[in-house]
């Protein structure tokens, strides 16, 4: 079983950046995809940004192009999300997800099995 642990989460201003960490106990060849998700009070989990292990493929949310980055240490069997010119609406619960995912299914947190706990990003105005 893959377990996902978060950090990195914080409370900033808007504008600023933060820098999230999915650390991952194991990463079975099965699992292709590593994806961020957020959920804030209210609102669905929402698939935010998105890594394809083998090729290193990203896939991002509209809403955060351009401002947010994924990236991944397979030696470190870790994933990142860099999070620049943050806005309050990015406000939020952080979830890693990892899981054998079709292209077309990355954002869906339904084709995930494999979840962390969450970090919180509080972005202020």
């Known amino acids: 079983q893959v377990q996902l642990v978060e950090s990195g989460g914080g409370s900033v201003q808007a504008g600023g950046s933060l820098r999230l960490s999915c650390a991952a106990s194991?990463?079975?060849?099965?699992?292709?995809?590593i994806t961020w998700f957020r959920q804030a009070p209210g609102k669905e989990r929402e698939g935010v940004a998105g890594i394809y292990r083998l090729t290193g493929i990203t896939r991002y949310a509209d809403s955060v192009k351009g401002r947010f980055t994924i990236s991944q240490d397979d030696a470190k069997n870790t994933v990142y999300l860099q999070m620049n010119a943050l806005k309050p609406e990015d406000t939020a619960m952080y979830y890693c997800a990892a899981g054998s995912i079709a292209g077309g299914t990355w954002s869906l947190p339904s084709a995930y099995n494999n979840w962390g706990r969450g970090t919180q990003v509080t972005v202020s105005s």
């Open positions: 194991v990463l079975p060849y099965g699992i292709n995809r």
